[in-house]
Nanobody, 117 residues
Framework: QVQLVESGGGLVQPGGSLRLACAAS????????MRWYRQSPGKERELLAA???????YTVDSVKGRFIISRDNAKNTVYLQMNSLKPEDTAMYYC???????????WGQGTQVTVSS
């Protein structure tokens, strides 16, 4: 079955950087688009970035220039490089993919990012 396992979160000071990773299994990774979302307490889950099977990327304006999505098909892994982190970036970060004719959503367990001095 599809599994997505996020890692790389932690506590970082404002202005710092983290690189999140999402290891995927159970499907043909190279054929699927991948996405990163985040969710803060009391807020809706929000899309941050997406990378297509072609490696074309999309990043939302709110993090553009600071967050970079990439993928390594040989490792079945998608990454999110986060730079110039701010306290408001504190959230649980999730990766996502969709499979099947009905575009069923698959989610990892998330990785917590806390930006604080």
């Amino acid at each position: 079955q599809v599994q997505l396992v996020e890692s790389g979160g932690g506590l970082v000071q404002p202005g710092g950087s983290l690189r999140l990773a999402c290891a995927a299994s159970g499907f043909t990774f190279s054929n699927h688009d991948m996405r990163w979302y985040r969710q803060s307490p009391g807020k809706e889950r929000e899309l941050l970035a997406a990378i297509a099977s072609s490696s074309k990327t999309y990043t939302v304006d709110s993090v553009k220039g600071r967050f970079i999505i990439s993928r390594d098909n040989a490792k079945n892994t998608v990454y999110l490089q986060m730079n110039s982190l701010k306290p408001e970036d504190t959230a649980m970060y999730y990766c996502n993919t969709q499979t099947g004719w009905n575009r069923y959503d698959h989610w990892g367990q998330g990785t917590q990012v806390t930006v604080s001095s």
